[in-house]
T-cell receptor, first 113, second 112 residues
């Protein structure tokens, strides 16, 4: 089974802190994604990556950055956490060029106080 | 405005009843995904549709994609409490088929 693992299920951070959310997949997928999910807004794409060291902005990249140093790991970074970044964060991976499903991690519920 | 719209936003049905959730795009889709999410958890893949007019079923859930590939429906027959959760449609577009975008979700509650 494909596994997408997010490092934390729940996280509480203070305003202004630098926050790292880690995501690891074990299926050698090229494409990886970070979404945030908020009530009434569904999943919104923050950043995605097609390959190692490649990154593309999604729909709401402001306040975030990403790192893809290894194929299996895609990190989301909140440079200076703010309360409006309190949300559920979901990581996904997708096989390249195949019309298959995107595999999701369990999500990280981040609260910024 | 969202590229993918879902209706209804929320749904409460009595156990045993049938229900339909719709997903609409203003653009032609490359592929359409249906996922289910238990509250506070990750997404579980249900089905993927790619061809216009395609229909797939799994247990009591049937998904259809219209011929124009702009609208999909998810139909649940004889709903059960285990069907409760948030249903999300996701899609890849012709112009960016490696990026999956999502609708806002439909929250389903099934009452005994």
């Amino acid at each position: 089974d494909v596994k997408v693992t997010q490092s934390s299920r729940y996280l509480v951070k203070r305003t202004g802190e630098k926050v790292f959310l880690e995501c690891v997949q074990d299926m050698d997928h090229e494409n990886m994604f970070w979404y945030r999910q908020d009530p009434g807004l569904g999943l919104r794409l923050i950043y995605f990556s097609y390959d190692v060291k490649m990154k593309e902005k999604g729909d709401i990249p402001e306040g975030y950055s990403v790192s893809r140093e290894k194929k299996e790991r895609f990190s989301l970074i909140l440079e200076s956490a703010s309360t409006n970044q309190t949300s559920m964060y979901l990581c996904a991976s997708l096989p390249p060029g195949e019309r298959a499903e995107a595999f999701f991690g369990q999500g990280t519920r981040l609260t910024v106080v | 405005s969202q590229e993918l719209e879902q209706s209804p936003q929320s749904l409460i049905v009595q156990e045993g009843k049938n229900l339909t959730i719709n997903c609409t795009s203003s653009k032609t889709l490359y592929g359409l995904y249906w996922y289910k999410q238990k509250y506070g958890e990750g997404l579980i893949f249900l089905m993927m549709l790619q061809k216009g007019g395609e229909e797939k079923s799994h247990e009591k859930i049937t998904a259809k994609l219209d011929e124009k590939k702009q609208q999909s429906s998810l139909h649940i027959t004889a709903s059960q409490p285990s069907h409760a959760g948030i249903y999300l449609c996701g899609a890849t577009m012709l112009t960016s088929y490696d990026k999956v975008i999502f609708g806002p979700g439909t929250s389903l509650s099934v009452i005994p």
